[in-house]
């Protein structure tokens, strides 16, 4: 199905005075520099982080429906830098990924895709951008991941629509560029999608107790299978006592591509996955309801946000100790992404009711939380620029 997208003009805005909490640390002497998407207000911000402090830059309005938010949920920056892509969820009835210059903002082109597009990542190469279709609408049924050309004729071209599992999440591609994993949050799964070939490698298990790993895809499952699962609070509802559901929310391949971790918000812990044997390594506690994963580039720290504990947790990836456990001003702590020479962690806090989102700057040196910034309502998806 296709439809005529008109583009809602940016508003780009630069801003002098941005609400930010300086807490007591020294400010670094470079300038990072992160995009957040607030799915409320259908705005992407830019948040700058170096001598003066943390502060809001500009910002920007994505999107094609006027009277109703569009949500974006997903960022992506490619990796020169050049170019940055949005998820917008809400369409009608489809989603759309958008294409922006990094330094400008200006527009660049967009393509549509499934139902709910939400987590996106560039492959190393930056030739494409890999989207889980979360598809919250109906039945829960087996939805899928987009892979998306960026060097293609056209701005962007979808390529491929492989069927995965129900409510695909957390997407993100191995250091190869070969290899994708999502989670599949109603069906207790590890998805890995052949990137080459274009289809379901392998699937893995993660129910607590139960866990293995499976060639091809995932079986096809009717929507009474999901009876259960968090299926309206997003990660936020407490499970039942002793419950061995893992309700995966996120995927992250270490930087060596020997293992990859699945963030299980029903269990509130990690999965450990052998890629080579795909096998289990081990469980790792984490913290309440933990939902997106990054690690750092030298595969030392996992940095996890905790969605229901309102937290932060710095974890070793060696040892699987929690380090540090940090609280976050406000509640529903959403997106991770670390600075390219893993000095800082940038987090986005979706807040409560008509309370701001947040981006929350912890230094991963001295494992403590060094600046905050408001920024619109719902903060969601959220990347860094490398430098230069």
């Given at each position: 199905?296709?439809?005529?997208?008109?583009?809602?003009?940016?508003?780009?805005?630069?801003?002098?005075?941005?609400?930010?909490?300086?807490?007591?640390?020294?400010?670094?002497?470079?300038?990072?520099?992160?995009?957040?998407?607030?799915?409320?207000?259908?705005?992407?911000?830019?948040?700058?982080?170096?001598?003066?402090?943390?502060?809001?830059?500009?910002?920007?309005?994505v999107g094609v429906?006027?009277?109703?938010?569009?949500?974006?949920?997903?960022?992506?920056?490619?990796?020169?830098?050049?170019?940055?892509?949005?998820?917008?969820?809400?369409?009608?009835?489809?989603?759309?990924?958008?294409?922006?210059?990094?330094?400008?903002?200006?527009?660049?082109?967009?393509?549509?895709?499934?139902?709910?597009?939400?987590?996106?990542?560039?492959?190393?190469?930056?030739?494409?951008?890999?989207?889980?279709?979360?598809?919250?609408?109906?039945?829960?049924?087996?939805?899928?991941?987009?892979?998306?050309?960026?060097?293609?004729?056209?701005?962007?071209?979808?390529?491929?629509?492989?069927?995965?599992?129900?409510?695909?999440?957390?997407?993100?591609?191995?250091?190869?560029?070969?290899?994708?994993?999502?989670?599949?949050?109603?069906d207790d799964m590890?998805?890995?999608?052949?990137?080459?070939?274009?289809?379901?490698?392998?699937?893995?298990?993660?129910?607590?107790?139960?866990?293995?790993?499976m060639p091809g895809?995932?079986?096809?499952?009717?929507?009474?299978?999901?009876?259960?699962?968090?299926?309206?609070?997003?990660?936020?509802?407490?499970?039942?006592?002793?419950?061995?559901?893992?309700?995966?929310?996120?995927?992250?391949?270490?930087?060596?591509?020997?293992?990859?971790?699945?963030?299980?918000?029903?269990?509130?812990?990690?999965?450990?996955?052998?890629?080579?044997?795909?096998?289990?390594?081990?469980?790792?506690?984490?913290?309440?309801?933990?939902?997106?994963?990054?690690?750092?580039?030298?595969?030392?720290?996992?940095?996890?946000?905790?969605?229901?504990?309102?937290?932060?947790?710095?974890?070793?990836?060696?040892?699987?100790?929690?380090?540090?456990?940090?609280?976050?001003?406000?509640?529903?702590?959403?997106?991770?992404?670390?600075?390219?020479?893993?000095?800082?962690?940038?987090?986005?806090?979706?807040?409560?009711?008509?309370?701001?989102?947040?981006?929350?700057?912890?230094?991963?040196?001295?494992?403590?939380?060094?600046?905050?910034?408001?920024?619109?309502?719902?903060?969601?998806?959220?990347?860094?620029?490398?430098?230069?």
């Amino acid at each position: 199905m296709t439809r005529a997208l008109v583009f809602r003009s940016l508003r780009a805005v630069a801003l002098g005075v941005a609400t930010a909490t300086a807490l007591p640390a020294q400010n670094p002497t470079t300038t990072y520099t992160a995009l957040v998407a607030s799915e409320s207000v259908d705005r992407v911000a830019v948040v700058a982080f170096g001598p003066q402090g943390a502060r809001v830059v500009r910002q920007h309005e994505v999107g094609v429906m006027l009277a109703d938010p569009d949500g974006p949920h997903g960022v992506a920056v490619d990796p020169a830098g050049r170019f940055y892509y949005v998820t917008t969820a809400h369409g009608t009835p489809y989603g759309v990924l958008w294409k922006f210059d990094a330094r400008t903002n200006a527009y660049a082109g967009q393509v549509m895709l499934g139902n709910f597009p939400a987590t996106a990542q560039v492959s190393p190469d930056g030739s494409k951008v890999v989207v889980v279709n979360f598809n919250l609408h109906g039945d829960m049924v087996a939805s899928d991941v987009s892979v998306v050309r960026t060097d293609s004729v056209a701005p962007l071209q979808e390529i491929a629509r492989i069927t995965t599992c129900a409510m695909p999440h957390g997407s993100r591609i191995d250091r190869t560029g070969t290899r994708h994993y999502s989670a599949c949050m109603m069906d207790d799964m590890l998805v890995e999608i052949d990137l080459d070939g274009l289809q379901v490698a392998r699937h893995f298990r993660l129910t607590k107790g139960a866990e293995q790993g499976m060639p091809g895809a995932p079986p096809v499952r009717g929507a009474n299978a999901h009876a259960g699962h968090d299926m309206s609070g997003h990660g936020m509802t407490q499970p039942a006592a002793g419950s061995t559901t893992c309700s995966p929310t996120w995927a992250q391949p270490s930087p060596d591509g020997r293992t990859v971790w699945a963030a299980c918000n029903g269990t509130s812990d990690l999965v450990e996955i052998d890629v080579a044997s795909w096998t289990l390594r081990r469980r790792i506690p984490a913290g309440n309801g933990v939902y997106n994963l990054a690690v750092t580039r030298d595969g030392a720290l996992l940095v996890a946000t905790n969605k229901r504990g309102q937290s932060v947790s710095l974890i070793d990836t060696k040892s699987g100790a929690t380090l540090a456990t940090l609280p976050t001003q406000r509640r529903v702590v959403h997106g991770v992404a670390i600075t390219h020479d893993d000095r800082y962690a940038f987090i986005s806090v979706e807040g409560v009711g008509s309370e701001p989102g947040t981006v929350e700057i912890i230094d991963l040196v001295a494992r403590k939380t060094v600046a905050r910034v408001d920024v619109g309502q719902q903060a969601g998806g959220i990347d860094v620029l490398p430098p230069g």
